[in-house]
C-alpha cells in the first residue's frame, strides 16, 4: 500500500495565516485542493486571500477572526472551522510573534506577549483540536511551526528562543500522549527564510555576515519549505509523531 502527500479534501485550519509562512502554507494547502480555514487577527486581510486561495484550487475556504492569546477565541475558532467543514485532519499551528532587542532591556510585558501568542496560544489550540479528535473517535494531525531558535540560540531575540525551545518539547511532549488517539503531531523548524519582513536585513552587511555561515551558503525561500511541510500534512508521514523537521540548509549542522 502506497500513500502519498496528498491533500486533497483534507480539512486543514491554519493558525497566523494572514501572511508570511502562514500564507504560504495555506496557498500550498489550496494548491493541493484541501479545504482550508484562514485564522488571524484581522479578518480583513483573510477575506481579501479568500478568493485567491478557491482560485488556486481549495475546495472550500472559511476566514476565521482570531486572537491566538485568547483561550475562548482559540476554543470559537477550532469549533467554527468544524462547523464550516464537516469535520477538521489537520492543525497547522503556526501564529507566533518576537520582541526583538537585548534581553536586559525587554519588559515583563514583552516576554508575557511572547509566550502568550507562541507557547500559550499553540498549546491551548493543540490542546482543543486533540480533544476534538479524541471525542469524535478520529485521527488528527498536528503540525507546529517552531524554528532553529529552539534547538539554537541568537542574540536579540532570547523570548522567542525561550518560545520555540518550548514548542520542541510541547511538540514531543503531546506526542507522546496523543499517539493513543491516533493524533500525530509533529513541529516543522524553518531556518532563516527570506520574507517582505526581513527581505531589507538580508541584504545589509550583517544579514550577509549571517547567511555566510549557512553551510549552503544561500537564505531559504518559502517553496523550500513546500516538501517538508506536505510530508508531514499528508498520510505519507502517516508512522511520524514526535519528530522536529528543520529546514534550515544545514544551519544546525554548522560550526561553533
Same mark, same amino acid.
Given at each position: ?141 498536528? +503540525?507546529?511551526?517552531?524554528? !532553529?531558535?529552539? $534547538?539554537?540560540?541568537?542574540? &536579540?531575540?532570547? =523570548?522567542?528562543?525561550? *518560545?520555540? /525551545? ?47 555561515? +549557512?553551510?549552503?551558503?544561500? !537564505?531559504?525561500? $518559502?517553496?523550500?519549505?513546500? &516538501?517538508?511541510? =506536505?510530508?508531514?500534512? *499528508?498520510? /505519507? ?20
Amino acid at each position: 500500500m502506497t500513500f502519498g502527500a496528498d491533500l486533497a479534501g483534507k480539512r486543514v485550519l491554519i493558525t497566523g495565516a494572514s501572511g508570511g509562512l502562514g500564507e504560504h502554507f495555506a496557498r500550498l494547502c489550496a494548491g493541493q485542493g484541501a479545504k482550508v480555514a484562514i485564522a488571524a487577527r484581522r479578518i480583513e486581510l483573510l477575506e481579501e486571500m479568500a478568493p485567491s486561495l478557491l482560485e488556486a484550487g481549495a475546495e472550500a475556504v472559511c476566514p476565521i477572526q482570531l486572537d491566538i492569546s485568547d483561550g475562548a477565541a482559540i476554543h470559537a475558532c477550532r469549533a467554527k472551522s468544524v462547523e464550516a467543514f464537516g469535520g477538521l485532519d489537520i492543525l497547522v499551528n503556526n501564529a507566533g510573534i518576537a520582541r526583538e532587542g537585548p534581553a536586559l532591556d525587554q519588559r515583563a510585558e514583552d516576554f508575557d506577549a511572547v509566550m502568550g501568542v507562541n507557547l500559550r496560544g499553540v498549546w491551548l489550540m493543540a490542546i482543543s483540536c486533540g480533544r476534538y479528535w479524541r471525542d469524535a473517535g478520529v485521527p488528527g494531525n498536528i +503540525i507546529n511551526i517552531a524554528s !532553529i531558535l529552539g $534547538l539554537r540560540v541568537g542574540a &536579540g531575540v532570547a =523570548s522567542y528562543t525561550v *518560545s520555540k /525551545a518550548g514548542v520542541v518539547q510541547m511538540t514531543k511532549a503531546l506526542a507522546l500522549e496523543f499517539a493513543r488517539h491516533d493524533v500525530r503531531v509533529n513541529a516543522l523548524a524553518p531556518g532563516y527564510v527570506e520574507t517582505d519582513i526581513n527581505r531589507e536585513f538580508f541584504a545589509t552587511e550583517a544579514g550577509r555576515k549571517m547567511i555566510s555561515r +549557512i553551510p549552503m551558503k544561500r !537564505i531559504g525561500v $518559502l517553496d523550500d519549505l513546500n &516538501g517538508p511541510f =506536505s510530508l508531514l500534512a *499528508s498520510d /505519507a508521514s502517516r508512522y511520524m509523531t514526535g519528530a522536529i523537521v528543520p529546514v534550515d540548509g544545514g544551519h544546525l549542522v554548522s560550526s561553533l
